[in-house]
Every structure is written in C-alpha cells, then in structure tokens.
C-alpha cells in the first residue's frame, strides 16, 4: 500500500478545513466540532496491558485526555475520509441541528481516537 498525500487542517476565522494540493473542503465550525466531541478537552482511555507500552504516556488512571482544538488542527486525513465528507452535504443538518458533514466529521474522527488509531481493532 502507498501512503496517499494527505489533507491538512486549516481553521481560519473559526471553521475548519481540510486541503490539499488546491483544493478545500469546509468541515464546519469549530464551535460545532468541540460541542459534538463534548467538549474542549477528549480523553481515552488504556487498560493497564495497553498503557505499559513504553511509548504511551498515561495518568494515575491509564487515561490521556487533550486539547479537541490542538488535535483537530494537528491531525491530518485521508483522501477516503475526506471523500466520505464531500458525499454528506454541509447544508443540511442533523435533528440536533448540527450541519450533516460536521456530524459526520466527528463520528469519524473519535472513533479513531477512540480506538486509539486502530481501526481494525
């Protein structure tokens, strides 16, 4: 498998952005984004087997919480997720009344987190 170029974060004036190579797709709202994830802070967290691996830095309680913003302005994606993005409109919302891709974007992106980047798992 080849490593595809990836697409970059961009948060300009509040609302995120993935690019690549010209071409942007808006995600949605900051705001929106750390309100779906709940809140300004995410934390996952390791059984004691997982948080011994010596690369792994935990708390007291196997856990690593982080910055919602910092990781979403940090984390680089796919081609596959960003066309998984493009496909949910960003006009239409949910019933929470959250625009569909910004939903969507979330859902993705913690479930990563949350399987602590194994999507196999």
């Known amino acids: 498998m ?10 300009a004036d509040e609302t995120l952005y993935l690019e690549r190579e ?3 797709l808006e995600v949605g709202s900051m705001e929106h984004i750390v309100e779906l994830a ?10 004691d087997r ?16 982080f910055d919602v913003r910092e990781a979403v302005g940090d984390l680089p994606h ?8 493009e496909n949910c409109p960003l006009e239409e919302t949910t ?17 990563i ?3 602590k980047g194994n999507l196999d798992a």
């Open 2 to 11: 080849t490593d595809q170029p990836r697409y970059e974060p961009r948060i």
């Open 22 to 24: 010209g071409n942007s």
């Open 38 to 47: 709940g809140g300004e802070t995410y934390t996952i967290e390791y059984t």
């Open 50 to 65: 997982q948080s011994a691996a010596a690369w792994l830095e935990t708390d007291d309680e196997n856990a690593i919480t």
């Open 78 to 85: 796919t081609p596959d997720l960003v066309t998984n993005l």
């Open 95 to 111: 019933d929470d009344g959250y625009p569909k891709r910004t939903t969507l974007f979330v859902d993705l992106l913690t479930e």
């Open 113 to 115: 987190w949350d399987s």
